[in-house]
């Protein structure tokens, strides 16, 4: 059986509209992960950012290089500022 130029057409736009729904699919499902994933990476920082605040609890306004020893360069403020500093510089 001979294909007519109207059943090419038909098959290769069939064709072409496949591919359009599983590359819609595939962005789909990567936005899902991707938003799973920042999610859960924020849990994570949330986590942390509760230990470090329980950690310091009544040293919020004693400054940082009292309260964190390992610290070399920053120094000469409240700690609080440094949890901060350090919560917004992971969101970049």
Known sequence: ????????FLIFFG???MVMLFSLMN?????FT???IS???????NQY???INQMIKGKEQVLVDSVFTNLKV???FPAENL??????????
Request: proline fraction near 0%; hydrophobic fraction near 40%.
């Open 1 to 8: 059986m001979k294909a007519t130029s109207c059943n090419k």
């Open 15 to 17: 064709i072409i509209i």
């Open 27 to 31: 962005r789909c499902t990567q936005k």
């Open 34 to 36: 991707l938003e799973k």
């Open 39 to 45: 999610d859960s990476l924020q849990n994570d920082r």
């Open 49 to 51: 950012i509760d230990r």
């Open 74 to 76: 920053l120094g000469g």
């Open 83 to 92: 949890v901060f500093a350090m919560e917004r510089i992971s969101l970049l």
